[in-house]
């Protein structure tokens, strides 16, 4: 068995999905069902015998640790973490209390669990950390993209609080001898994201006939993974990847805020053409967020030269696909978008509107 810490998130449900398709072993998800958390991402797993899931908070040691005694599993692959940069502008302790406590808890957990099994078992077992490009903080128009030794650099709560889980990984490997992993990802996107990040809050404000909300003029770079590619990323790592190692996971697609959006739109009036003109009408500039961060990009090259991985997906095809998967599923929609999700919108974006 493997353990998946947040595996109701978009990310996490996605792994879960596709290594259930490739893979009999057996997959315990530990999630505390956040607002991001959603169990409708894994319906299509009820009833089958390889998926069990567990409401847990990562930071509740005795939980974790009766997990562990009981269920033994030969790796862990911890995803869970609060991961909105805005959020963690309005709510910092939450970040702290979930991305710092929470790994901590693990870890301890993880250490005195690993120490007490057999030599072939202590020498098979992993614990696989999913972290994020922005520990790295930010890259000027002509700097390299960053690599795994980039010096730490975070500028939010959100990067800080990530910082802090991989530091903490990295010293339990090279003090306790804790076979750890560390990948640190580009953004992502794709099928079952919640609709509080740029794509998928595009595409939904935009088939409602809503503003399209662009921070400041739009021209923050973001490199963007399809989240297929992440997971086949992941699989990699924890199969092949060196104790102690960290492994970045880029998309090799650097792109605009505003041309993500601008593409969005294009799509859309190609696919859900609206009765006049173009979605690329509601497109709204508003008052950009505090220390937002102007470009980040991952160079990928270690993790392609030493496990043989690149993305399968560009951008382009990327994009097609996650647009038509969100046509294609108005009930997950329906489902994900709860009073409190619309209450967020709210309280981020109301009243920001530039003239």
């Not at 919640?194 to 939904?204: A, D, H, T, Y």
Request: one cysteine or more; glycine letters at 8%.
């Amino acid at each position: 068995m493997i353990f998946v810490t947040g595996g109701a998130g978009f990310i996490g449900s996605n792994f879960i999905l596709d290594y259930l398709s490739r893979h009999d072993e057996h997959v315990l998800n530990i999630d505390k069902l956040t607002y991001a958390g959603n169990p409708y991402n894994l319906g299509s797993l009820d009833g089958d015998a390889r998926y069990h899931f567990v409401q847990a908070d990562v930071a509740d040691h005795a939980k974790i640790a009766e997990l562990f005694s009981r269920h033994r599993p030969r790796a862990i692959l911890h995803f869970a973490a609060e991961s909105h940069v805005d959020r963690s502008i309005h709510s910092p302790g939450e970040f702290i209390h979930t991305n710092v406590n929470g790994t901590f808890n693990l870890l301890e957990v993880a250490r005195h669990y690993w120490s007490d099994l057999e030599a072939q078992q202590r020498q098979e077992f992993r614990f696989l950390h999913v972290s994020t490009d922005e520990v790295y903080g930010t890259l000027g128009s002509d700097d390299a993209p960053f690599s795994e030794t980039t010096p730490y650099a975070p500028n939010s709560p959100y990067s800080a609080s990530k910082a802090a889980s991989d530091h903490l990984v990295r010293a339990y490997h090279h003090t306790y001898g804790l076979p750890t992993l560390t990948t640190n990802c580009s953004n992502n996107y794709g099928p079952y994201h919640f609709p509080e990040k740029l794509i998928p809050l595009v595409i939904l404000n935009a088939l409602d006939g809503k503003p399209l909300p662009i921070y400041g003029d739009g021209q923050q770079i973001r490199d963007w993974l399809f989240v297929g590619d992440h997971c086949t990323a992941i699989r990699e790592v924890l199969a092949r990847g060196v104790p102690g190692e960290t492994y970045n996971i880029g998309g090799w697609n650097e792109k605009a805020n505003l041309d993500v959006v601008r593409t969005l739109c294009d799509m859309l009036d190609e696919l859900k053409p609206k009765a006049a003109g173009s979605y690329r009408d509601q497109i709204t500039f508003v008052q950009d967020r505090p220390g937002h961060d102007r470009r980040y990009a991952i160079d990928a090259r270690k993790l392609e030269r030493e496990l043989g991985w690149k993305p399968a997906e560009t951008f382009e095809t990327g994009i097609a696909k996650t647009v038509r998967w969100y046509l294609d599923n108005p009930q997950w929609v329906a489902n994900v978008r709860s009073g409190g999700y619309l209450k967020w919108l709210e309280l981020q974006y109301g009243g920001k509107e530039k003239s």
